[in-house]
């Protein structure tokens, strides 16, 4: 089968696609998937780069979501999956590929109204928002949320469902069609964070009060101005270090408006944790996919030979929603 293999750490060109022998089978608990589409996602570019190694155990080819048809299964398999079911998928690697094996915990069905290819670009940003957001972060209707990166794969899923349960929406992003992107997804305050301040500006739009919760893939630049920016009880999430993984703090804001600080990924986490979290996201999130509340953004796709072209243009910021890869 065809994959896409990081021939050494580096750049975009580092992504080679090969041809192997060694064919993925299915063990205890576990599906063969053959893939439709892959989601392209930050992680991939930085595990491209040598510095997020996949688990041991993981398959060394990058991709951690994708679309398509299961081809066999294995021992013990829940019987509510079938060969020739339609699915998608969180992974711990291996997307990147025609074929790729999956445990049985991390299958999502295909939503009703979403294409095989689309649905590609939901579990990633499913799984991710709602295991930090909601699940962590509790994030409740009548709340206030702001999302850093608001037209980014994550942050246009994330606009969707929380308009959806009942929430402000306020996002960062750098530009006015990426803005006007965030607006049509039913965001209520769009910042351009290279044009203000967006600490000000939130503190305008509260009367001074500030989010309950923030969605942040920046990291150290940002965690001062973040902490400005919550509410009493607030509660701030990083998921992404694009500003660093150093910084100095007050820590003064945290005890006086009792702040908590949260920080997590999906890739390493045990996998009944997985099996948990797909598990809510079917129960919760696909619900409002069904209806059409939330749908999946898909900017551009890729054949699988184009993989660096697709890492240039995560790599760009330039895009507006998710990416996907069809082998």
Known sequence: MRVVAIASPGGPEALQVREVDDLPAPGEGEVLVAVAAAGVNRADTVQRQGRYP???GASPYPGLECSGTILALGANVPLRWAVGDQVCALLTGGGYAEKVVVPAGQLLPVPEGVSLADAAGLPEVACTVWSTVFMTSHLSPGESFLIHGGSSGIGTFAIQIAKHLGVKVFVTAGSEEKL?????LGADVCINYKA????????????GKGVDVILDNIGASYLQRNLNSLAVDGRLFIIGFMGGVTTEVNLQAMLARRLTIQAAGL??????????????????VWPAVVSG?????????FPLSEAAESHKLMETS???GKILLIP
């Open 196 to 207: 203000e301040d967006f600490v000000a500006r939130i503190k305008e739009e509260t009367d």
């Open 293 to 301: 509340k939330v749908k999946p953004v898909i900017y551009k796709t």
């Open 180 to 184: 006007a992107a965030c607006k049509d």
């Open 54 to 56: 996949p688990p041991p």
């Open 267 to 284: 890739r390493n986490r045990s996998l009944a944790n997985k099996a948990q979290i797909v598990s809510e996201v079917e129960k919760n």
């Open 318 to 320: 330039s895009h507006i």
